[in-house]
């Protein structure tokens, strides 16, 4: 099992980044998907999660500026950041949950996780 993501980078407050994730090794559209979030010397902040029904959730912070989608024939999971701020200045990752069943919302319960693609957001 592994998951890649790409799309990160440094972008000015209001900017845009699309983040990307391959997936491969496992039957792809039967797992919950999520995009887990992380600043150093903090926990892990849950995103955005779609599960293999396609029904999604994502954090207070980010609804209306991120959307979370997948695309099971690719094997790709996306996060569309818009009018990003500052405070979404994290390293984001790409995580598997369970199987066939809705996506929860502990760290704990994804695995594998993916080595992560920065996100910078200046003032």
């Known amino acids: 099992v592994q998951l890649v993501e790409s799309g990160g980078g440094s972008v000015q407050s209001g900017g845009s980044l699309r983040l990307s994730c391959a997936a491969s090794g496992y039957t792809y559209s039967d797992y919950c998907m999520a995009w887990f979030r992380q600043v150093t010397g903090k926990e892990r902040e849950g995103v955005a999660t779609?599960?293999?029904?396609?029904?999604?959730w994502s954090h207070a912070s980010v609804k209306g500026r991120f959307t979370i989608s997948r695309d099971d024939e690719e094997k790709k999971l996306y996060l569309q950041m818009n009018n990003l701020k500052p405070e979404d200045t994290a390293m984001y990752y790409c995580?598997?949950?369970?199987?066939?069943?809705?996506?929860?919302?502990?760290?704990?319960?994804?695995?594998?996780w993916g080595q992560g693609t920065q996100v910078t957001v200046s003032s």
């Open positions: 995580v598997r949950g369970p199987r066939w069943r809705g996506c929860p919302l502990r760290s704990a319960d994804y695995s594998p």
């Open positions: 779609i599960d293999n029904a396609g029904k999604t």
